[in-house]
């Protein structure tokens, strides 16, 4: 075996992966029964007949859930069948009483779709090869050696995304799972909490000879609930399956359980151990229609996507893809910055508009454990204090002072600047008077910076600062000290 490390074995073998990532679709009631959906009810209070699977009870399709599948579709740019159909996938375990999961087979709800990833400031366009609608299961909890059946979460509506195997590293798969993150949160799709489960991947991973076509032998990383974890489980079976084959063995096709704590994987179950799911068409479900008015009015409810939004920031704004990017992460914020942009008509400031929002506001915000929502500062404030600093009304620091009071108080930035008479002083004459005192109060140092002490123009900038309170505009000031000390 070699010692090489597997940064440099990754210049010969290039990874793949593609991911199936659930996500919970945030319904008031199950995908085809009336109980309610609800994270942290008591155990087994949101059940019914259906759930329990009981003979002679008929789904009914939630139409909620299809509209919210929908608005995926539509966002992905994925083709949507008029006419898509349930299929029953079976298998027998304590968490699923009826024995198979009602889902999408050969006719899922979309195909063909994509999402655009930000990847070191730009954007990337990864494939999905389809969407569709499936029910969730129960939930086994294990006490010792007690086992109990939760079935609350059974029969929540999903969505399962599936990518094309085109991620080329455990980096963008991180990246793929907050993009769809970010996607399904911003349309209201779901919360996509994490930690509830309400959004978990299976990563399919596989590597291939730099330059090499076909697709390597793949394995399959269960359920893995954090965009960490995420990272952290595909780098580990990237460096496995090098190992493996730079020894001269092969990669088995099986599914792993990634093991968060210890950091490893372990197998769960061989290819020849795999499921046969028995799928055929549920005979107790109708196709599944989408119709043209259910477009039209999917399409017309569509907002800007968060990842155009990125491009335009960086576009029309100027932004860095750094401050784009943490605007984008949540629809809430990206509207306030929309607003507070609108408030500033005619100008070319969206950099210093989200240069004071990110800093002072979202600062404020976070050291009070606040979200944007909750901001005292509404979106025209902000902007009426980044006019003044803009205009030279005030000076950049003095509008951090100004700001805070207005965070804390309410009161408008205008009205503390005038009632605190913080104005910066801008005025020639005014100022030339103040920067003659200080040189003619300070005579050695005028000769020192006369001799060369170029360090010795700090001290008198400040103290003009001093004698203003800070409110000496800086560039004038400069200006007048070097007319004054005579270079
Ligand atoms: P299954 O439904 O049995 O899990 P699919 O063939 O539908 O298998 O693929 C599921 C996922 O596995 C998709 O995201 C796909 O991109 C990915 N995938 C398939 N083959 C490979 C491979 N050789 N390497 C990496 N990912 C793969
Ligand atoms: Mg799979």
């Not at 699923?96 to 990847?119: A, N, T, V």
């Not at 991973?205 to 390597?216: A, H, K, N, T």
């Not at 477009?295 to 750094?322: C, K, N, Q, T």
Request: charge should be negative; hydrophobic fraction near 40%; include cysteine.
């Amino acid at each position: 075996m070699s010692e090489r490390t597997v940064e440099q074995m990754l210049e010969e073998w290039e990874p793949v992966i593609g991911l199936e990532v659930h996500v919970q679709l945030g319904t008031k009631s199950k995908a085809f029964s009336p109980s309610a959906v609800e994270f942290g009810a008591r155990p087994n209070s949101l059940t019914d007949p259906l759930v329990l699977g009981m003979p002679g009870t008929l789904p009914t399709f939630n139409k909620g859930a299809l509209e919210l599948a929908l608005k995926l579709g539509v966002a992905t740019g994925s083709q949507i069948r008029a006419k898509s159909r349930f299929a029953r996938k079976h298998y027998f375990y304590p968490d699923l009483p009826k024995g198979y999961q009602i889902s999408q087979y050969d006719e899922p709800l979309c195909e063909d779709g994509h999402i655009d990833l930000i990847l070191g400031g730009a954007l990337k366009r990864v494939k999905l090869q389809r969407i569709h609608l499936e029910e969730d299961a129960g939930k086994n909890m294990h006490v010792g050696a007690i086992s109990h059946v939760d079935l609350n979460r059974a029969g929540v509506p999903l969505v399962e995304v599936v990518t094309a195997p085109e991620l080329g590293s455990a980096e963008e798969a991180a990246e793929f799972m907050r993009a769809l993150h970010r996607l399904v949160r911003w349309l209201d799709i779901s919360e996509a909490d994490m930690e509830k489960g309400q959004m978990r991947c299976d990563a399919n991973v596989s590597i291939r000879r730099v330059g090499e076509d076909r697709l390597g032998t793949r394995t399959e990383l269960k359920n893995i609930n954090s965009f960490r974890f995420v990272q952290n489980a595909v780098e580990h079976e990237i460096a496995r399956q090098i190992r493996i084959l730079e020894g001269g063995g092969h990669i088995v096709q099986e599914t792993r359980l990634w093991d968060a704590q210890a950091g490893t994987s372990a197998t769960m179950r061989t290819k020849e151990e795999a499921n046969d799911y028995r799928y055929f068409p549920d005979p107790d479900l109708p196709p599944l229609v989408v119709d043209g008015p259910m477009m039209g009015s999917i399409l017309r409810s569509l907002p800007e996507l968060p990842a155009a939004r990125f491009a335009r920031y960086l576009r029309e704004h100027g932004l860095s893809p750094d401050d784009a990017r943490t605007i984008i992460s949540d629809r809430a914020l990206a509207e306030y910055f929309e607003a507070t942009v609108k408030a500033h008509p005619g100008s070319t400031s969206g950099r210093t508009l989200a240069n004071w929002m990110l800093t002072e506001l979202l600062g404020a915000l976070n050291a009070d454990g606040k979200d944007i929502g909750d901001s005292p500062v509404p979106p025209a404030t902000l902007s009426e204090l980044v006019r003044m600093v803009e205009d030279g009304t005030i000076s950049g620091k003095i509008g951090k002072e100004v700001f805070e009071e207005t965070y804390r108080t309410s009161e408008a930035p205008r009205a503390i600047v005038e009632r605190r008479g913080v104005q910066q002083i801008s005025d020639e004459a005014a100022l030339w008077e103040i920067v003659d005192k200080v040189v003619t109060q300070n005579p050695k140092q005028a000769e020192g910076y006369a001799a060369g002490k170029d360090g010795l123009f700090g001290f008198f900038v400040g103290q003009v600062m001093k004698a203003t309170q800070g409110r000496a505009n800086p560039v004038i000031t400069s200006d007048l000290l070097h007319k004054r000390l005579g270079r």
